[in-house]
């Protein structure tokens, strides 16, 4: 792809949380390795500082934006809706800043934004600047979110508790069920569903961006092209295209000495994201499982993950004696680094979007345990569309855990897995090169502006 010489900067406006910043900052290293100069305009709640590996990126904060006591108050979703609510003027500002100080070599060539903040949307179209919407989660999930968005509110309402219908597929989701929707731990539905009613609301953006790749979503990605009437990019995985470092939270990286210390494709990793809580008895019992299983085990406890707990403090001794035969804990991992690591065979996880590639990009077949939102669609692709991974469902018990780990370590149903795995890695891998799908995609995409630039 040649440099783009006219209209270099690009403005990207991620979520304030790790699984929104991480990908919006790869899409920005894959961005600047073609010739764009990146400024991230970001919250006053969890930025991104300019490390060593973003320092050619121009950082800015939104004045007036909410912080952590606001995200404590208010809940995830309740906050979303109020930063939309709060940010459209102060961004403005930001945004008018940065138009005053450009010259002729680099003027801005886009806004890109996470779907979630759309409240960029309007001073983009006031200062008459091209945006791009940037969906971080599955193409089948911004499907959901767009069915939803449509549905008749009193009788979905009614319909998602109804047990009967749990199992049943949702009409037009294959094979999606009811409880595989991307409903939310955070908040009421209703709230919900005016949430995703703004995200799909594509206004006047001329494209829509998505961190995934035709192998894996083909059906989705022919769904939105059709439905969203603009142009739509799929340019992941964006972990293999572009990686980028951009953890909220340290890293602990002895974990990695303790890896290297294990036979090949030994270990099961768990790690249930930056969101997930579990109680006390929920951590006993997989303690109990783990360790009856016999397979070494690297576990991230976040701090903050057990409720009314800082970290580990309040479980029993008990605990501390069933991982410390097999296990290693943690607070935070290099996860990239884990998963690409021989002594990794399988991971435990909430099965957010970056989670999911991460561990499809190296082979590594997954224990599906989601929490909230677009984590349950996933898990339900992992299972029965790729084939790479089950769901363990209901409560937590030792017996289940050890045979869930005995069938991804032990059974053939997890060589199997793991087979199927690898050849989606070897998918992924390609469609970044050049020629593949995803390369061809963002070549398009940076196509795209310069036509708009050349008019």
């Known amino acids: 792809m040649e440099e783009t010489r006219v209209k270099r900067r690009i ?79 102060s961004f403005k500002h930001c945004l008018g800043q940065l138009l005053k100080e450009q010259d002729n070599n ?84 209703e709230s919900l ?6 995200v799909v609301n594509t206004r006047t953006a001329s494209a829509v961006i998505v961190n995934s790749v035709s192998c894996l979503e083909s059906s989705s990605l022919t769904w939105l092209q059709r439905e969203l009437q603009v ?13 980028a470092p951009s953890s909220l939270l340290e890293e602990d990286r002895s974990c990695i000495e303790w890896l290297n210390k294990l036979k090949p494709s030994s270990v099961v990793y768990i790690s249930l994201g930056s969101l997930a809580l579990m109680e006390t008895k929920d951590m006993l019992e997989m303690a109990w499982g783990l360790s009856n299983s016999n397979q070494p085990f690297l576990w991230v406890i976040r701090p903050g993950s057990i409720p009314a707990s800082e970290w580990t403090e309040s479980l029993p001794e008990e605990f501390t004696k069933l991982v410390s035969e097999k296990g290693y804990i943690v607070k935070w991992a290099p996860q990239m680094e884990v998963l690409k690591h021989p002594a ?13 590639l991460e561990s499809i990009g190296e082979g590594i077949p997954m224990i599906c345990r989601p929490f909230t939102g677009d984590q349950k669609v996933n898990a339900r692709y992992l299972e029965s569309v790729w084939r790479i991974g089950f769901q363990l469902e209901g409560e937590l018990e030792k017996g289940t855990v050890e045979r869930a780990v005995k069938r991804l370590f032990v059974d053939e149903e997890g060589a199997e897995m793991r087979k199927r795995a690898i050849g989606l890695k070897e998918k992924l891998e390609a469609s970044v090169r050049s020629g593949g799908s995803s390369f061809r995609s963002l070549d398009d995409f940076v196509n795209s502006l310069k036509m708009k630039n050349s008019m």
Request: charged fraction near 15%.
């Open 106 to 189: 680099d003027d801005i060539a886009c806004v890109i934004y996470d779907e979630y903040m759309y409240f960029s949307q309007a001073a983009t179209k006031e200062f008459q600047l091209s945006s791009i919407v940037f969906s971080t989660t599955s193409a089948t999930a911004f499907v959901c979110r767009s069915v939803l968005a449509k549905v008749n509110a009193e009788v979905f309402l009614i319909d998602i508790k109804d047990p009967e219908l749990q199992d049943k597929v949702f009409p037009g989701l294959h094979p999606l069920r009811y409880k595989d929707l991307p409903t939310s731990a955070f908040g009421p539905l």
């Open 11 to 89: 403005v990207l406006v991620p979520v304030p949380a790790q699984g929104h910043v991480t990908p919006m900052m790869q899409l920005g290293k894959a961005l600047q390795s073609i010739g764009f100069s990146i400024t991230v305009v970001q919250t006053q709640y969890n930025r991104v500082t300019s490390s060593k590996d973003f320092s050619d990126f121009r950082f800015l904060t939104i004045p007036g934006s909410l912080t952590d006591s606001d995200l404590k108050n208010l809940g995830a979703l309740q906050f979303l809706l109020k930063l939309n609510q709060t940010c459209g003027e």
């Open 344 to 356: 990794v065979g399988g991971f435990w996880s909430h099965c957010g979007w970056n989670s999911t």
């Open 193 to 198: 569903l005016k949430l995703y009613s703004e």
């Open 231 to 243: 142009p739509v990019y799929p340019i992941g995985p964006l972990h293999i295209a572009a990686s």
